[in-house]
């Protein structure tokens, strides 16, 4: 019984409590005076400044208390689905969880999957072929690495993926690295490493026209990209679906290649792993040439 009669004084005091202290929505006014809110006592004398003051360290020791039980994840230490695109992760950094939260490992039916794509396949599961990331992610990383050495050796990349929603990862993967990186978003022109002169003229002679690593978000509508690349002996890497036969580049990255985020995933990897060579390489021409000027200081002394 006094349980129960000190639960309804509390429930009381409570609702009176909010009550009191319930406010009337401000009035704003184009002039610099605000008119005092209504149900606000104003501050008179000193007991009153004493019981603000109390009420305010009060709430603050409550806010210390329970902050610790509550969640710490904000928009900035929590995935969001953008992040893929803007802010993507670095190839040390990549994990099966990413992968898979990407939907890396959906393949195509299990009646499309090309025999050559075998040894990438960890199974079936509701007629469609599951991906096998413990392969996915070695070859990721291994494309990632050669990215760097291409980048850290002044060597141009261009990124390929002529879908509509791989525009936008293809034009930021470029952007990334910088100068010495390119991107193809619409239609590849059949013939412009084949038959380069006749398409671009006879100027571009002393001028890098072939590139020095492709990489295909979609390879199967880029079929004619790959036998230029092939001809010219340019390195190619990819992303191979079930459906895909890997052998049709260089360095392939079995993933689902459908798969927006997926494609951001994998584009963002590789570029950043571009824009860490292209640091490296910038490192070393600077120390080259502090070395240079030190060398010619020191003839002069």
Not at 169 to 183: F, H, M
Request: glycine share 6%; net charge positive.
């Amino acid at each position: 019984m006094a349980s129960s009669a000190l639960r309804a004084g509390l429930a009381a005091s409570q609702s009176i409590r909010r009550t009191a202290v319930r406010r009337a929505p401000r009035v704003f006014a184009r002039n610099a005076y605000t008119p005092p809110l209504q149900g606000e006592r104003p501050l008179e004398n000193w007991d009153d400044w004493q019981d603000f003051q109390s009420d305010r360290h009060a709430f603050k020791q409550m806010v210390d208390v329970y902050s610790e039980f509550g969640s710490n994840q904000t928009r900035e230490n929590t995935f969001q689905p953008h992040h893929t695109l803007h802010r993507p992760l670095a190839p040390s950094q990549a994990t099966l969880s990413a992968l898979i939260a990407a939907g890396a490992h959906l393949g195509h039916s299990k009646s499309l999957m090309n025999p050559n794509f075998m040894p990438y396949a960890y199974g079936v599961r509701a007629d469609i072929t599951i991906i096998d990331l413990d392969q996915t992610l070695p070859l990721l990383r291994r494309a990632a690495s050669l990215t760097r050495a291409i980048a850290a050796r002044d060597g141009t990349i261009v990124f390929v993926g002529t879908r509509k929603d791989l525009q936008p990862a293809v034009v930021k993967a470029a952007e990334r690295i910088g100068p010495q990186a390119y991107n193809v978003g619409e239609r590849w022109l059949p013939g412009t490493l084949t038959n380069r002169f006749t398409m671009f003229g006879a100027g571009i002679k002393d001028q890098r026209v072939i590139p020095d690593l492709v990489i295909f978000l979609n390879p199967l509508a880029n079929m004619n990209a790959i036998r230029e690349c092939a001809i010219q002996h340019v390195p190619t890497i990819g992303i191979v679906d079930s459906n895909v036969d890997p052998r049709i580049v260089m360095y392939p990255i079995p993933a689902n290649d459908e798969s927006t985020r997926t494609a951001e995933l994998i584009t963002g990897m590789l570029s950043i792993a571009g824009k860490e060579g292209k640091i490296l390489r910038d490192q070393q021409q600077s120390q080259m040439s502090r070395g240079n000027s030190f060398s010619r200081t020191k003839r002069t002394a």
